[in-house]
Nanobody, 119 residues
Framework: QVQLVESGGGLVQAGGSLRLSCAASGRALTAYVMGWFRQAPGKEREFVAYIGRNPYYSDSVKGRFTISRDNAKNTVYLQMNSLKVEDTAVYYC???????????????WGQGTRVTVSS
């Protein structure tokens, strides 16, 4: 079992940056592939990025977002640059035993943190 708590969401103007953090407890992060999903209003939850040995990104955020992990701090980060209005969503931290971009296959979810990008 692992518990995930996200922080760092907020309101930012288009073109700005935010860094999300996800603190894990209960089990070491090294046991999991850590990731981020997001869900915009009226839309399905979608994959953003994951990191195991290497990072992997959705096409919509590649080149703008960076996922990283600090295993010593049991924390995962999502650095979001060049934010767009369409990045507005609730962002969820995830932990899984494998590599997956499919929401219903994810083992553990955080409670989410809201990101709002204004024009």
């Amino acid at each position: 079992q692992v518990q995930l708590v996200e922080s760092g969401g907020g309101l930012v103007q288009a073109g700005g940056s935010l860094r999300l953090s996800c603190a894990a407890s209960g089990r070491a992060l090294t046991a999991y592939v850590m990731g981020w999903f997001r869900q915009a209003p009226g839309k399905e939850r979608e994959f953003v990025a994951y990191i195991g040995r290497n990072p992997y990104y959705s096409d919509s955020v590649k080149g703008r977002f960076t996922i990283s992990r600090d295993n010593a701090k049991n924390t995962v980060y999502l650095q979001m640059n060049s934010l767009k209005v369409e990045d507005t969503a609730v962002y969820y931290c995830t932990a899984d035993s494998g590599y997956t971009t499919v929401a219903h296959r994810i083992d553990y979810w955080g409670q989410g943190t809201r990101v709002t990008v204004s024009s």
